[in-house]
C-alpha cells in the first residue's frame, strides 16, 4: 500500500508539470531543433499558452471550425468558421467584437443580390486584412467570389466573381487570399494546378503565378521519353501540386506552402516573375523535420510571415510549428497532437498577433493565442536587429538567446554575420565554427586574410624582395661556376 500511494503522490506532483493547469498559463512546451549534423538538439519554448478562444468568447455563437485566421496591424483577430458561414471579429485580447454572415451597406441595410437574394457568407474559407485600403477580403469559396468590405464597419464595399477575361479550366472558387502594396489580389483556388490566380485591383483577370513544380520520377520520365504517342496516351498526366496557402512578406514577395507530397519543395517565395527565391543558408533545406525511416513527411497547410522575414509554418501532420528566419535558418519547432491545453488535433491556420501566434485548429473548435517566452522573443528580435542592419543590438540579442540556450547553432551564426558585416573577420571566423557554418567560415577567412595581406604588406613585400634576391644570386652564383668549370 505504501508503493502504491508514493506513485499515486508522485504522479499528483507531475500533473502541473506535464501542463494540465486549467487556464493553460503554466503550461511549457519544450522546442528542439537540428545541429549541422542532424542530431535533434533541445531548446526552451520558444512559446507558451496565452488563451484560448472557443465559443465561450463569441457570447455564446457556436465555433464550429477554424479554417483561417488573420489579423490587423490594431490587433484585431479574423476567424473564419466555413461550417458555419460566418466570420469572427475580435479584439488583441479575445473579446467578440462582431460576427459576420449577412452582409450589409452603409446605410445599415441588407445588401441584395441581382437575383433578389441576400449576401451572406456561403462556405468561406479565407480571410486577409488589407492595410493599404482598409479592406477585409473574404474568399467565399461554394459561393464562388470574394467580398469585399469596410475595415471599420465591415460594410460592403465590392464582390469579386470569375472575371469575364479569365483563362484556363481552373473553377474559381478562392480559398485562401492575400493582397500586395500595388493592391494586387492573390487567389489560392482549391484544387488547381495552373497556379495562384492573379488578379488586377479591380478584380479582372491578370495570369496564373508562381506554377508548382512536380517531382519527376526518374524511371516513368525515362519510360515516357520512348514511349509511342498511343502509349503516352494511356498514361496518367502528372499535374502540379495545388498551393494551401499564401502570404507577404515585408518586401512584397508572395510566400506560399503546399502540402502535396509529390511537389518538389513545400515553402516558396515567389518573385515577380513567379519564380522561387526562398533563401535556404541553413544547414539543410526548409522541409520541416529531418525525415527518419518509417516517418511520413510534414504537412504544411500556412504560412505566416513577419515584415522582417522570419515566418512560422503550421504542419498538419504531427501538430507542429516550424519557426525560420529570413535566411531559411531553423530557430526552432513545437507543437504535438494531444490532449492537453496548446496540442492539437488538426491544426489548421496561423498568423502572427505582433510578436504572438494565433494558431487555429478545426477539430478542437479553438484557436489559441500564444506568447513568445523569454527564449522565443530574444529569438525575434534577435533577426528583426539583423534583417534590418541593427548590428549591435543584433549581438546583443543573440548573446541572451546563447545565455537561454548554448547550443543553438543559428545564434553562434547570427552573431558572426553581424561581425562580418562589421568586419571583424578574426572573431566572425570562432562563431562561425561554433555554429558550423562553412559557408561563412569561408568568407570570414577570406576577409581575414586579405586583412593580414594588408597589414603586414611591408614585411611581406620586404621578404618577397629578399628571397627573389636570394633566388637570382644563386642563379648568377651557378652560372660563374659553370663558366669557370667549362675554361
Not at 530557430?331 to 492539437?344: Q, R, T
Request: some cysteine; glycine content about 8%.
Amino acid at each position: 500500500m505504501k508503493k502504491i500511494g508514493s506513485f499515486l503522490l508522485a504522479l499528483l506532483l507531475l500533473l502541473p508539470a506535464a501542463g494540465l493547469a486549467a487556464d493553460g498559463s503554466s503550461n511549457v512546451y519544450a522546442g528542439y531543433t537540428y545541429d549541422h549534423y542532424g542530431n535533434v538538439k533541445s531548446t526552451p519554448a520558444p512559446f507558451l499558452l496565452e488563451k484560448t478562444i472557443t465559443s465561450e468568447n463569441l457570447r455564446g455563437i457556436a465555433l464550429d471550425s477554424v479554417d483561417d485566421i488573420c489579423t490587423s496591424r490594431d490587433g484585431r483577430i479574423f476567424l473564419v468558421d466555413g461550417k458555419q458561414s460566418r466570420v469572427h471579429v475580435l479584439d488583441s485580447d479575445g473579446n467578440m467584437l462582431k460576427t459576420l454572415k449577412t452582409i450589409r451597406d452603409t446605410d445599415n441595410k441588407i445588401v441584395i443580390l441581382e437575383d433578389g437574394s441576400q449576401l451572406m457568407f456561403n462556405g468561406c474559407q479565407g480571410a486577409f486584412y488589407h492595410e493599404k485600403q482598409n479592406e477585409l477580403y473574404i474568399a467565399d469559396t461554394a459561393a464562388q467570389r470574394v467580398v469585399v468590405l469596410d475595415g471599420e464597419d465591415y460594410t460592403f464595399r465590392r464582390m469579386i466573381t470569375r472575371p469575364d477575361n479569365m483563362t484556363g479550366v481552373t473553377e474559381f472558387k478562392p480559398a485562401k487570399v492575400t493582397v500586395d502594396n500595388a493592391d494586387r489580389i492573390y487567389l489560392v483556388v482549391q484544387s488547381s494546378y495552373e497556379g495562384i490566380i492573379e488578379l488586377n485591383e479591380d478584380g479582372t483577370f491578370s495570369r496564373y503565378f508562381g506554377v508548382n513544380e512536380p517531382q519527376i520520377n526518374i524511371v516513368d520520365y525515362l519510360w515516357k521519353s520512348i514511349a509511342t504517342d498511343a502509349q503516352k496516351e494511356k498514361m496518367g498526366k502528372i499535374y502540379a501540386p495545388a498551393f494551401n496557402n499564401v502570404a507577404l512578406d515585408g518586401e512584397g514577395f508572395v510566400m506560399a506552402v503546399t502540402s502535396d507530397q509529390s511537389a518538389s519543395k513545400p515553402v516558396f517565395r515567389l518573385n515577380f516573375q513567379g519564380k522561387n527565391v526562398l533563401r535556404e543558408m541553413g544547414s539543410f533545406n526548409v522541409m520541416g523535420d529531418l525525415q527518419t525511416p518509417g516517418e511520413s513527411d510534414n504537412t504544411f497547410v500556412d504560412i505566416a510571415v513577419k515584415p522582417y522575414g522570419t515566418y512560422a509554418v503550421l504542419d498538419k501532420a504531427y501538430g507542429r510549428v516550424f519557426l525560420y528566419n529570413f535566411d531559411g535558418e531553423l530557430l526552432s519547432v513545437f507543437g504535438s497532437k494531444g490532449n492537453l491545453a496548446a496540442e492539437f488535433r488538426i491544426p489548421s491556420a496561423i498568423a502572427w498577433l505582433g510578436d504572438k501566434l494565433v494558431i487555429g485548429d478545426s477539430a478542437l473548435k479553438c484557436a489559441y493565442v500564444m506568447e513568445p517566452s523569454d527564449f522565443g522573443k530574444a529569438l525575434l528580435d534577435a533577426n528583426e536587429a539583423y534583417y534590418y542592419g541593427r548590428w549591435e543590438e543584433a549581438t546583443a540579442h543573440f548573446e541572451r538567446v546563447l545565455r537561454l540556450c548554448s547550443n543553438m547553432e543559428t545564434a553562434y551564426v547570427g552573431i558572426g554575420k553581424n561581425l562580418l558585416m562589421q568586419e571583424r573577420f578574426r572573431e566572425a571566423m570562432d562563431y562561425f565554427k561554433l555554429g558550423n557554418n562553412r559557408e561563412f567560415f569561408s568568407k570570414a577567412y577570406k576577409g581575414y586574410r586579405s586583412e593580414v595581406l594588408r597589414d603586414h604588406f611591408g614585411i611581406i613585400a620586404f621578404i618577397a624582395v629578399v628571397l627573389i634576391g636570394l633566388v637570382i644570386g644563386s642563379e648568377i652564383s651557378y652560372n660563374r661556376k659553370q663558366r669557370r668549370g667549362s675554361k
